[in-house]
């Protein structure tokens, strides 16, 4: 009966000195404070936009916000989106056709993706 009282002795005493150990330590004001995260950069085409990509995608080819989005209207919206800027500009510049671009492939791929869950 002493071994068992004095094995639970001891381990309580261990678990004091931790728990003084643990309060006086130096480093747990660096542990406790919160570490600010770096805002997210999404690139496309080499620039930095400000919002997700579908985000971006959708506002670009005028389909964010709507419910109801298929293969058509995307490729429509593409569609849109280039004549809207060749009748405003005379021209596409490379990066204007290159987002088009990457528009309408990234949002086909998830609508095909969302298509292939159903």
């Given amino acids: 009966m002493e071994i ?4 639970i002795g001891y381990f309580i005493f261990r ?3 931790e728990l ?3 309060h006086l330590s130096p480093s747990t004001g660096a542990k406790a404070q919160v570490k600010t995260s770096k805002k997210i950069a999404y690139l496309v085409n080499g620039r930095e936009i400000n919002a997700p990509h579908w985000q ?3 506002q670009l080819i005028g389909l ?3 419910t109801d989005i298929d293969n058509t ?3 429509a919206g593409a569609a849109q989106t280039r004549k809207e800027l060749i ?3 005379h021209a596409l ?3 204007e056709e290159r987002d088009i671009r990457a528009a309408r492939s990234y949002l086909l791929d998830n609508w095909g993706h969302m298509v292939m869950l159903n």
Avoid: E, R
């Avoid at 068992?4 to 094995?7: A, T």
């Fill in 15 to 17: 678990l004091i000195l």
């Fill in 56 to 58: 971006y995608y959708q």
């Fill in 64 to 66: 964010y916000g709507s």
């Fill in 87 to 89: 009748a405003n500009y």
């Fill in 73 to 75: 209207k995307i490729k």
């Fill in 4 to 7: 068992v009282q004095f094995v």
């Fill in 20 to 22: 003084i150990k643990l």
């Fill in 93 to 95: 510049t490379i990066d």
